[in-house]
Nanobody
Framework: QVQLVESGGGLVQPGGSLRLSCAAS????????MGWYRHSPGKQREFVSA???????DYAGSVKGRFIISRDNAKNTVYLQMNSLKFEDTAVYYC??????????WGQGTQVTVSS
């Protein structure tokens, strides 16, 4: 059973930074891709960023240039560095992993609140 555990959320002022971590129970090379989604009240869950096993990255337009996704294969961990945070970045952030056969796995989520 794959387990994804997020950490690093919290309260930050606008313009601040946070780094989210997603630790996987298995070898992250076994996943086709890993990424982040977020869900805020009144909105649908939205894609934030992803990184493939080859290191290719993708970002939502709303975070491009502010967020950076990376991976540490030795630690089986994927990170999301979030800079220049805005009020609208407030959400629960979920880690996602996609297996080679397309099966998806989700973490429990971590709250990010941007507030002055």
């Amino acid at each position: 059973q794959v387990q994804l555990v997020e950490s690093g959320g919290g309260l930050v002022q606008p313009g601040g930074s946070l780094r989210l971590s997603c630790a996987a129970s298995g070898n992250i090379f076994s996943f086709y891709a890993m990424g982040w989604y977020r869900h805020s009240p009144g909105k649908q869950r939205e894609f934030v960023s992803a990184i493939t096993s080859r290191g290719n990255t993708d970002y939502a337009g709303s975070v491009k240039g502010r967020f950076i996704i990376s991976r540490d294969n030795a630690k089986n961990t994927v990170y999301l560095q979030m800079n220049s945070l805005k009020f609208e970045d407030t959400a629960v952030y979920y880690c996602n992993a996609v297996g080679a056969a397309g099966q998806e796995h989700w973490g429990q989520g971590t709250q990010v609140t941007v507030s002055s």
